[in-house]
């Protein structure tokens, strides 16, 4: 009985017991290892960590919803550059020519707009055709690729709009605007899995498709709708960044697909579907960009980031089969 | 015999489905530029598919054993980087089977981690990604690797050396897929990666020792790819750190192409040649139509997924998915 209520302890609170010996590493090393004279744990310092994480954040949420209910979503990076070059790359149209600022307005909706349906786009095809998600959305990520290229070749699309850089560096009681939109979509998405129906089925058909159809709840359209709504949150991701940047390469966001689920493992969500948290995933996002940080504070190169990132994950991944009886461990994609 | 039923068609198709749309993609290449099917033209194609080829036939055995191998790519680079700063250090003779060994003992961690530990394989190789990309820039200080004397070295003869008129790399592809290709189909190690893939708990209560033959398909996974950077190493003859980047899911979609179910169980050399070949055929077919580069991505998601949904519609027998 002790066991169980610790592995509980440990598996729900892990995380986050994780990111207080970060920070208490990350001080105290710095003390005697950090070229700079800065404390790590300077409120400035955490207030842009929070900012930096909010890219890879926003996607994370929806990699939550996706990850729950079973499914894997690797084209999550393509599509975040497809949005955001539609988002530069539509200020200059000339049919928005005399719209002044609302210009902002419908580029914002139509990169949002075009995220939604890619993502729903896999989604359909993942309902109807019954192939896994994880090669329609790997077929997917060079398609969409394929896309972001025809728009401008190998050339950036840039656009800087001035209004916009304002919104983006714009800070509200202390938190930057990206920060705001990390949080606002951490909430809404716990908002959705834990008390709507979408989420309690979400869950259900990631835990046990088969009892969920026996059940009478129609698979097909909830997965249809997290993956139109992790489309939705990667175009969000590249809105807020880009507004900043007002540059986007071809090959930006490569690569984001791994972080991505990177940080949705550590948080602790199943990769067979059926467990986890936006929460947890807060926390794993959290937690990467921490050790990101903190390895930069004491010295250590991009280099020894990867390799610990890396390593971290498989060790997560140990300690959580030796916190649960075996089962569920299978690999189901 | 005479008349087939139409299930016959449906089950001839879902068998050799891939064959027959290779067939098809090579008679419209051909028809659409002359130059296609020139020898100069299939050799240049089959060269530029060796490195990719060589990946993927370890691969194969891994996917086939149930399991995924995302770390391919960033592996590749390691010993890439390992072969060329090694080959000025202690000498080609000394610096390859050095390689190989170092290459071999990440992929023996990863078979210990997913094969004894049981851990799942898409998280681990995800992690190994990540920590090999690591590695390679600890050990190459985050600078490109070159060898100095370029022309007084015998090294370059495996990317760039032929023999019988055939280049080296083409050689060593067909090596591979011949001896890899008959200990898949016709040794009973071959027999257990199948049954592994296919029923792991059958396989283990028939007697098969399960981890041991998951860690030996990963060891495969990784002297394939020790090949692959030695063949990379040897054209270039000098490297940037992410030379492999990407290429795991490269990798995985020729051998999805040939027909290797992620689930496990099933999938040939044979047909991951096919998956590999046809990748590399779309690319420069499509070049010689006068498109840009970026089509051949649009077209290989449009084939992945049409050649995987016919694969299981004929399976289940219906087209449309039965998920409500």
């Given at each position: 009985m002790k066991t169980g209520a610790l592995s509980e302890a440990l598996k729900k609170g892990g995380i986050w017991g994780f990111i207080v010996l970060e920070l208490i590493f990350f001080s105290v090393a710095g003390q005697f290892l950090s070229l700079s004279n800065s404390a790590f744990m300077d409120l400035d310092n955490m207030l842009l960590l929070l900012k930096q994480s909010a890219p890879i954040g926003i996607i994370a949420m929806g990699m939550t919803m996706v990850m729950i209910n079973g499914n894997i979503d690797l084209s999550v990076g393509a599509t975040y550059a497809i949005a955001a070059i539609v988002l530069l790359d539509s200020m200059t149209w000339p049919i928005f020519a005399g719209l002044g600022d609302w210009v902002i307005l419908m580029s914002w909706t139509l990169a949002l707009l075009v995220g939604t349906a890619l993502g729903a786009l896999n989604g359909l095809i993942v309902w109807k055709t019954g192939v896994d998600a994880f090669i329609v959305t790997l077929g997917s990520m060079l398609g969409f690729r394929g896309l972001?290229?025809?728009?401008?070749?190998?050339?950036?699309?840039?656009?800087?709009?001035?209004?916009?850089?304002?919104?983006a560096e714009a800070e509200v009681l202390g938190l930057a605007t990206a920060t705001w939109f990390l949080l606002a979509v951490t909430l809404v998405v716990w908002f959705i899995m834990t008390r709507t129906v979408h989420g309690r089925n979400a869950y259900a058909i990631g835990d046990n498709r088969e009892a969920a159809v026996n059940a009478g709840i129609r698979v097909g359209p909830h997965m249809m709708i997290n993956f139109a709504i992790i489309g939705f949150l990667a175009a969000l991701s590249a809105v807020v960044f880009y507004s900043e940047s007002g540059s986007v390469n071809p090959n930006d966001g490569q690569l984001f697909e791994l972080w991505v689920i990177t940080a949705v493992v550590l948080g602790g969500t199943k990769i067979t579907g059926g467990a986890g948290s936006p929460i947890g995933t807060f926390g794993g996002v959290i937690a990467i960009q921490l050790l990101r940080k903190g390895l930069g504070h004491i010295g250590a190169d991009t280099s020894t980031v990867n390799l610990v990132i890396g390593l971290i994950l498989i060790a997560v991944l140990f300690i959580d089969r030796q916190l649960n009886v075996k089962g569920k461990q299978e690999l189901r994609i | 015999m005479a008349t087939l039923t139409k299930q016959e068609i449906g089950t001839v198709l879902a068998k050799q489905g891939i064959l027959i749309a290779f067939a098809l993609f090579m008679i419209g290449f051909t028809l659409?530029?002359?130059?296609?099917?020139?020898?100069?033209n299939l050799f240049s194609v089959v060269r530029s598919s060796t490195i990719l080829g060589v990946m993927a036939l370890g691969v194969t055995f891994v996917v086939i054993s149930g399991n995924l191998d995302l770390s391919v790519g960033s592996m590749m680079s390691f010993s890439t980087?390992?072969?060329?700063?090694?080959?000025?250090?202690?000498?080609?003779?000394?610096?390859?089977?050095?390689?190989?060994?170092?290459?071999?003992?990440?992929?023996?961690?990863?078979?210990?981690?997913?094969?004894?530990?049981?851990?799942?394989?898409?998280?681990?190789?995800?992690?190994?990604?990540?920590?090999?990309?690591?590695?390679t820039l600890t050990y190459s200080g985050g600078k490109n690797m070159d060898i100095d004397n370029k022309d007084g070295t015998w090294f370059d003869v495996f990317g760039q050396g032929s023999a019988l008129g055939i280049p080296v790399p083409i050689l060593i592809f067909i090596a591979l897929a011949a001896l890899l290709g008959l200990l898949l189909a016709k040794t009973p190690f071959g027999r257990k990666v199948y049954a592994v893939g296919g029923n792991g708990t059958a396989a283990t209560f028939s007697g098969i020792h399960?981890?041991?033959?998951?860690?030996?398909?990963?060891i495969i996974s990784a002297f394939c790819v020790a090949t692959a950077g030695l063949i990379q190493a040897s054209r270039s003859m000098g490297s940037q750190n992410t030379v492999g980047q990407g290429m795991e899911l490269e990798v995985l979609a020729a051998v999805i192409l040939g027909g290797a179910s992620l689930m496990g169980g099933s999938g040939t050399i044979f047909k991951t040649v096919i998956?590999?070949?046809?990748?590399?055929?779309?690319?420069?077919?499509?070049?010689?139509?006068?498109?840009?580069?970026?089509?051949?991505f649009?077209?290989?998601?449009?084939?992945?997924?049409?050649?995987?949904?016919?694969?299981?519609?004929?399976?289940?027998?219906?087209?449309?998915?039965?998920?409500?």
């Open positions: 972001v290229f025809m728009f401008n070749g190998e050339n950036p699309t840039s656009n800087l709009n001035w209004t916009l850089v304002d919104f | 659409a530029n002359a130059k296609f099917l020139s020898p100069d980087i390992v072969v060329l700063d090694l080959h000025d250090k202690i000498g080609p003779l000394l610096a390859i089977p050095a390689m190989f060994a170092m290459t071999m003992a990440l992929g023996a961690m990863i078979g210990f981690l997913v094969g004894y530990l049981k851990l799942n394989s898409l998280i681990v190789t995800l992690g190994m990604l990540s920590a090999i990309h690591g590695l399960r981890a041991r033959t998951v860690f030996a398909c990963y998956g590999v070949l046809i990748l590399g055929f779309i690319q420069n077919g499509l070049l010689l139509m006068g498109l840009q580069f970026y089509v051949q649009i077209v290989t998601w449009i084939i992945i997924i049409l050649a995987v949904w016919l694969d299981i519609a004929a399976k289940r027998g219906r087209l449309w998915s039965p998920i409500a």
